[in-house]
């Protein structure tokens, strides 16, 4: 997510480097660099203009501190501006109201209808809700379909009638159903195009002007770049929309959809969407994403996503398990699965102060880790218990029936080794303080 942009502004911020003071000169030429960077990520013309014109402003006449380079006070101007710029502050969905509704809106491929899912799915686990999904595209069968299954999978009803075509019926209809079954939000649904047009227009202010929402959501494929800025000044222009959605940010993304639209719509963003799954939902920060696109990483979004998926009567039991010297390769598979409900492995380490850069050019596959998984379950029960007990013709009975050489196998039997070591040092309190004393004063042990 947003690779080149991150390079770019690097690259902008590299003319400062060695500079003893912020002058006219050597700002310009960085914000020459810093503007091209926004209009190779696809920014609009005026708002890329305009912030280099703001940083400069901003930039010129500041007295550079001693603890402090022009390029870092230049990396802060650029990103208290970025942060603005999207937003400042995160603005979350309007759902109260009883029931609440929300009508979705968007071009058809925007994945407006598998955000809706992903929305019922964030209402009801992380905020309590009882959400009803409304199907109200009359013109896709399929659509009506695939909001069957999303609701399906997440356990959450889905509104529809396929002998009605007229959407606003459908929308009121779902209403009152709302209010007769206990769903305390409404999600509706609404039909795209392929391309912005009259009667899509009209249809959609029709339902908005009927069911009166509490929030109008539109939806729009980051990927697309200047062109969901410009779809989406022309959906605002006809139904003044509350708040943007963007989908596939986890794609090839340049990222001048995130970083134009609230100039350009004066709508903030509310959501992004990063991946297929029906948890891969969060809330747009516009602080963490500025710290995304120069560099920084976003670790407050990595401890959150953590916390998600941490449990812990399961934590304490595997606490007691590594103090006992018990941990096994059942334990070692459970800790992998979590990992991966946190998300794509590349996004993770994206997250990650300087792995960004580190990791340029290298390709993290979405499955990475199921080499680790297949050879894992090659092994026999008493095996995952007992790992000293997997000797020269386990391994290569392991390998065979994985799939992979016998060199993987013993590289990850020593990964873990190595990972229940550590464990069992870390968990001994005097351990740590002596490995934190010997790290204070230069050394490294065991070394």
Known sequence: MFENLTDKFEKAFKVLKGQGQI?????????????RALLDADVNFKTAKNFTKTVKEKALGRDVLTAVSPGQLMTKICHEQLVELMGGNETEVN?????????????????????????????????????????????????????????????????????????????????????????????????????????????????KEAIQPTETLFVVDAMTGQDAVNTAKAFNEKINFDGVILTKLDGDTRGGAAISIKAVV?????????????????????????????????????VE???????????????????KNQFDFNDFLSQLHQVKKMGNVKDLMGMIPGMGKAM?????????????????????????????????????????????????????????ND?????????????????MKQMKGGGIPGM
Request: with cysteine; charged share 30%; glycine share 6%.
């Open 305 to 323: 996503r953590a916390q998600e998926q941490y449990d812990e009567k399961e934590a304490q039991k595997l606490q007691k398990k590594i103090k």
């Open 419 to 435: 990972t229940k070591k550590m464990m069992k040092m870390m968990s001994n309190k005097k351990n740590m303080a002596s490995m």
């Open 23 to 35: 002058s006219e000169v050597n700002v310009a030429e960085t914000l020459k660099e810093v503007r």
């Open 360 to 416: 340029k050019g290298v390709e993290i596959e979405d499955d990475a880790f199921k080499h680790i998984e297949a050879i894992i379950y090659s092994m026999s029960p008493y095996e995952r218990e007992n790992p000293k007990a997997i000797d020269v013709s386990r391994k290569k009975r392991i390998a065979k029936g994985s799939g992979q050489s016998l060199q993987e196998v013993n590289k990850l039997l020593k990964q873990f």
């Open 95 to 207: 759902y109260q109201g009883n029931p609440a509704v929300i009508l979705m809106s968007g071009l058809q491929g925007s994945g407006k209808t598998t955000f809706s899912g992903k929305l019922a799915n964030f209402l009801k686990s992380k905020k309590g809700k009882n959400p009803l999904l409304v199907a109200c595209d009359v013109y896709r069968p399929a659509a009506i379909d695939q909001l069957h299954v999303l609701g399906e999978q997440i356990g959450v009803e889905v509104y529809s009638n396929k002998e009605e075509k007229n959407p606003v019926k459908i929308a009121e209809a779902a209403v009152q159903h709302a209010k007769s079954n206990s769903h305390n939000v409404v999600i509706i649904d609404t039909a795209g195009r392929l391309a912005i047009d009259q009667e899509m227009m009209n249809e959609i202010a029709s339902v």
């Open 266 to 302: 004066d709508k903030p963003i509310k959501f992004v969407g990063t991946g297929e799954k029906m948890d891969a939902i969060d809330i747009f920060y516009p602080k963490r994403m500025a710290d995304r696109i120069l560099g920084m990483g976003d670790v407050v979004s990595l």
